[in-house]
């Protein structure tokens, strides 16, 4: 059987400027008339833009009507960030299925949402649908206050530069609330590692309380490993260790190096 998701041509309908480094695409046409949504309010799809092979990954902001609408950080460099920034309507892109993450229990009372301009669109979304008090960080170089939805409380967060992020300190410093809820967050890939660490160290908390995804790897991530994951990862679930556990160590490996 084959575990290569379906794809879908798309004509980008619209491209609207919501703000100095996001730019919403709306995509729409027959190709996407066999597009299904899981209704998991993080989903995400792979993009490949004209001319390219490789796609990049970017949530499903709506998906309303038979338009897909996605909202893409323009940034320093990059595929899909050089492509946004032309006029691109008419221009057909492929799109695959979606694919979720967030699954918040459903004894959970509250909700935390951590991220920067990536994860925007997800949290959202994820805002949008559910119906516990929900508390977003929000780590973004633009004025984007309407974009989220009214009630939710907010804290908007400067960038410390161009292409990072301090998210990592900013949950370590969280008022955590009391009883069940949940916590999402997305963002630069090394602050997901740290803040993975905290929550299963300090926090003690179980994986099903928590959902942390790197979505973009910043400068440091880019130098070469300098701890090979393979054995680690090989070596931890032959002792039957959990992920949780097996990453942590993975991280203390690199930490170490
Ligand atoms: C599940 C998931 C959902 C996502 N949803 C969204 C979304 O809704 N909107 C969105 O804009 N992005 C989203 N992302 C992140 C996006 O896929 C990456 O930022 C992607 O690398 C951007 O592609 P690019 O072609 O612009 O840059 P690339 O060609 O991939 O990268 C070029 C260079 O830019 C760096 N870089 C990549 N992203 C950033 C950034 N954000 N800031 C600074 N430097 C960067 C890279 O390290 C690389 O050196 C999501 C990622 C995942 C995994």
Do not use: C, N
């Not at 994986?207 to 790897?217: F, K, L, N, P, T």
């Amino acid at each position: 059987m084959s575990t290569r998701a379906q794809q879908h041509d798309a004509q980008v309908l619209r491209r609207e400027q919501l703000s100095d480094h996001l730019v919403r695409l709306v995509l729409g046409g027959a190709g996407l008339a066999s597009f299904a949504s899981t209704g998991v309010p993080d989903e995400w799809v792979g993009l490949v833009v004209p001319g390219q092979f490789q796609s990049r990954y970017y949530t499903v902001r709506s998906w309303s009507g038979g338009e897909l609408v996605l909202d893409v950080v323009v940034h320093d460099v990059g595929l899909v960030t050089e492509w946004a920034q032309l006029d691109v309507v008419g221009q057909t892109v492929t799109v695959t299925d979606p694919k979720g993450s967030f699954e918040m229990p459903a004894d959970a009372r509250w909700l935390l949402l951590v991220g920067d301009l990536t994860a925007l669109p997800a949290m959202a979304r994820i805002a949008e649908t559910v119906d516990v008090p929900t508390r977003v960080w929000a780590e973004v170089p633009d004025e984007l206050t309407g974009y989220l939805p009214a009630g939710v409380e907010v804290t908007w967060l400067d960038p410390p530069a161009a292409g990072e992020s301090r998210l990592a300190e900013v949950v370590a410093g969280i008022d955590w609330p009391a009883g069940q809820g949940y916590f999402w967050m997305a963002g630069e890939s090394a602050q997901m590692r740290a803040i993975r660490k905290h929550l299963m160290r300090e926090r003690h908390l179980p994986s099903s309380a928590y959902d942390v995804m790197g979505y973009w790897r910043g400068v440091a991530q880019r130098q070469p490993r300098a701890v090979d994951p393979g054995p680690v990862w090989r070596a931890g679930k032959a002792a039957g260790k959990t992920d949780e556990q097996i990453w942590a160590e993975y991280d203390e490996a690199g930490d170490r190096a």
